[in-house]
């Protein structure tokens, strides 16, 4: 028998078949995992195009943390609050600050509508069968306490409204190497619950498309240049507790004021005049009541004073003051009980031109002459901001509005408008510029 013929061919095709289906199912698998393999070293290394290092559950640790403050030139970092890193790393950063590092923080306003959702949302939510914010527990304080924790240094801190999307730090090192920490936080979820993403730009790193550290970078600048400084957050912030302040002491004003005698009117002037020398229907409206309400008054004081304020304005030929005590003469009314243009320009050199301007005035003649009541007779809309503005300045004033089919002033305007405008210093201040620069344009010959 020969070689071949005592081959068992039935036993090697058995052999070769298994062997091959093993192969080639071990090629498959292969092949499965390496596409998988190859699927990830693919996104990972999209990813390292766009500037991600990494990815993890750890936010920034302390070595990074110590050498971000200790060795970069500038650290540019965005919160909502940021109390719980700014409070732990007060020393880092005022230690930065000290050797010449430029450190600028942004973090929410304390009166945004930004706050008031995240509150809501914390409020709302649980996790492991705890509230995520207690309350009581306002977001707006804890910024307040970091204003005043970094008040006396030479932190950049500024305040945003809305353009907030997600908290980061930049930290610039004098090679011109940038590092990133993003983190990826989603309300109601807080930061310490949320993943960090870490990222690096090269200085002489070439590319084309997208770069996540510099759209941290675009994003924080914009927002930055645009953001306010604390100086005008707290002027903000603080205008209710002024006023409410200022409130408390007008009452006690006025109870001192109860051991004098006599009354002031004060008419809330109103323009434009008719045929430029009359005043209009509403402003006669007003002086018509003003004159009835001194008739009562002299019944129950021995001296009762009307103020007619007011400007110029436009191209009227007299000031409304003038043209406001001329119709009330006509009327009969004494003219040693008449107030106008001599207290303008003894209390408001600048001018008499709205209406805080005419309680200012008005509260300087009822406190120099030791007055016993103040009143006001206004525009039913105006009614609220005169309030306000006689609070201001240490008053509080009995009103008797006058209401017409059509008034100058709008409920609307003077609620979303006039009021907060003239609320916030800052903004009342910049009105009052503009509003004296315009007279002063018209005025001129």
Wanted: charged share 30%; hydrophobic share 40%.
């Amino acid at each position: 028998m020969d070689f071949l013929s005592s081959l068992k061919w039935n036993e090697i095709a058995e052999t070769f078949i298994a062997d091959f289906s093993v192969a080639l199912i071990m090629a498959l698998v292969g092949a499965f995992f390496l596409n998988r393999y190859i699927t990830k070293i693919n996104f990972s290394k999209h990813l390292n195009d766009l500037g991600f290092e990494n990815a993890s559950l750890r936010k920034q640790s302390h070595s990074e943390i110590n050498e971000m403050f200790s060795s970069a030139v500038c650290i540019k970092m965005i919160f909502v609050s940021g109390t719980h890193f700014l409070k732990e790393n007060e020393a880092n950063i005022k230690g930065a600050l000290k050797r010449g590092a430029r450190v600028e923080v942004l973090v929410a306003r304390p009166d945004s509508s930004l706050i008031d959702d995240i509150e809501h949302m914390e409020n709302k939510h649980f996790i492991n069968g705890k509230r995520l914010r207690e309350r009581d527990n306002h977001i707006d304080t804890e910024i307040l306490e970091i204003i005043d924790l970094f008040k006396d240094s030479n932190l950049d801190l500024r305040f945003y409204n809305t353009e907030y999307r997600l908290p980061f730090k930049l930290a610039y090192y004098q090679d011109g190497t940038v590092k990133a920490w993003l983190t990826m936080s989603l309300p109601p979820y807080k930061s310490v619950q949320s993943f960090v993403l870490r990222g690096k730009k090269d200085v002489v790193e070439e590319r084309e498309g997208l770069h996540f550290v510099e759209m941290m970078e675009v994003h924080f600048d914009a927002i930055f240049e645009n953001a306010k400084s604390s100086e005008e957050v707290l002027n903000d912030y603080y205008a209710y507790k002024t006023y409410k302040e200022l409130e408390n002491k007008a009452h006690e004003n006025m109870k001192e004021a109860l051991n004098y005698e006599g009354a002031l009117i004060e008419v809330a002037a109103q323009h434009p005049l008719k045929d430029k020398t009359l005043p209009n229907d509403e402003f006669k409206a007003r002086l018509d009541r003003a004159y009835d309400l001194y008739h009562e008054l002299k019944q129950r004081h021995e001296h009762v004073k009307i103020y007619v304020p007011g400007d110029a304005h436009f191209d009227d030929k007299l000031s409304l003051s003038k043209a406001g005590c001329h119709y009330l003469l006509e009327k009969g009314i004494a003219s040693d009980d008449l107030y106008g243009e001599e207290m303008n320009v003894k209390y408001a050199k600048e001018g008499v031109y709205n209406s805080t301007d005419e309680c200012m005035v008005a509260a300087k003649i009822f406190f120099d002459e030791h007055m016993q009541k103040l009143y006001c007779v206004c525009s039913s809309a105006q009614l609220e901001r005169k309030a306000l503005s006689y609070i201001r300045f240490g008053a509080l004033a009995d009103f008797i509005v006058v209401t017409l089919d059509k008034m100058y002033h709008s409920y609307v305007d003077e609620a979303f408008y006039k009021i907060p405008a003239m609320l916030k210093e800052s903004s009342y201040q910049k009105e009052m510029a503009k509003t004296h620069a315009q007279r002063d344009q018209r005025n001129r010959p």
